[in-house]
C-alpha cells in the first residue's frame, strides 16, 4: 500500500524558534497533501490543504503566517511553524492524497511538537 | 453544513465480545465513507472504506462495517474483539463532489479482560 512518512517523529524546541515538519510519499506521487493538528483526546483538524505548485489553502482560523506550508515536490510537502510558543505544542499530521478517484488519503504517523 | 456523528466518545467492553461504533453523518449528495484506527502517539491506518457498489464492507482485523443511505449511518462492527483492539477509532466521510475529509470526534475502543 501507499505509505507515507513524516519526519522528525518527535521534535522538541524553544519558545520563539521555528521548527520545519517534512511530509514524503514514498512510493506514490500526491498533487495535494493535508496537514492536521490533533490535540490529546481530541479528531484531527484541518490545518490546510497543500497543492504543489501553488499556494497552501488554509482552513479559516489558522494562521498563514504562522504555518507556513511549502508544496515543491509531487512527493514532499513541509510544514514550518514559525515562531513556536508553547501553545503551538500538539500533534500533526499530514496525510497524501491518492490521485485517482477513490479520495483515500495515506497518513503520516504523525509529529509530536513540544514547545518549552 | 456537513458533519459526521460517531455517537460515543468511549465503548469499554469485553475481551472476545462484540462490538458496534456508531457513526452518522449529514450529506445531501454521494459520499465516500471511511473508517480509521489510531493507536496512542501514530497516525491514522485505514480499517475499511465504502466507495460503491455492496453497503457490507468488510476491512482488516476482523471489522466490517453497513452503509445505510436511508439511515445516513456507517457503523462499525467487529464480532469479537481484542484485547489489541483498544484504540481510538475515526469515522470520516468525503463527499464525491467535494474535496476534503471530514472526520468525527473519534471513539475510545477500550477492551478489557
Known amino acids: 500500500g501507499a505509505v507515507v512518512s513524516q519526519h522528525p517523529s518527535w521534535v522538541i524546541c524553544k519558545s520563539g524558534t521555528s521548527v520545519k515538519i517534512e511530509c514524503r510519499s514514498l512510493?506514490?506521487?500526491?498533487?495535494?497533501m493535508f496537514w492536521y493538528r490533533q490535540f490529546p483526546k481530541q479528531s484531527l483538524m484541518l490545518m490546510a490543504t497543500s497543492n504543489e505548485g501553488s499556494k497552501a489553502t488554509y482552513e479559516q482560523g489558522v494562521e498563514k503566517d504562522k504555518f507556513l506550508i511549502n508544496h515543491a515536490s509531487l512527493t514532499l510537502s513541509t510544514l514550518t511553524v514559525t515562531s513556536a510558543h508553547p501553545e503551538d505544542s500538539s500533534f500533526y499530521i499530514c496525510?497524501?492524497?491518492?490521485?485517482?478517484?477513490?479520495?483515500?488519503?495515506?497518513f503520516g504517523p504523525g509529529t509530536r511538537l513540544t514547545v518549552t | 453544513a456537513q458533519s459526521v456523528t460517531q455517537l460515543d466518545s468511549q465503548v469499554p467492553v469485553f475481551e472476545e465480545a462484540p462490538v458496534e461504533l456508531r457513526c452518522n453523518y449529514s450529506?445531501?449528495?454521494?459520499?465516500?465513507l471511511f473508517w480509521y484506527v489510531q493507536y496512542p502517539n501514530q497516525g491514522l491506518q485505514l480499517l475499511l472504506k465504502y466507495l460503491s457498489g455492496s453497503t457490507l464492507v468488510k476491512g482488516i482485523n476482523g471489522f466490517e462495517a453497513e452503509f445505510n443511505k436511508s439511515q445516513t449511518s456507517f457503523h462499525l462492527r467487529k464480532p469479537s474483539v481484542h484485547i489489541s483492539d483498544t484504540a481510538e477509532y475515526f469515522c470520516?466521510?468525503?463527499?464525491?463532489?467535494?474535496?476534503?475529509?471530514?472526520f468525527g470526534a473519534g471513539t475510545r475502543l477500550f477492551v478489557k479482560a
Open positions: 470520516a466521510v468525503s463527499y464525491t463532489g467535494g474535496f476534503k475529509t471530514i
Open positions: 512510493d506514490f506521487q500526491a498533487t495535494t
Open positions: 496525510s497524501a492524497r491518492d490521485s485517482g478517484l477513490t479520495y483515500e488519503q495515506y
Open positions: 450529506s445531501s449528495v454521494s459520499v465516500y
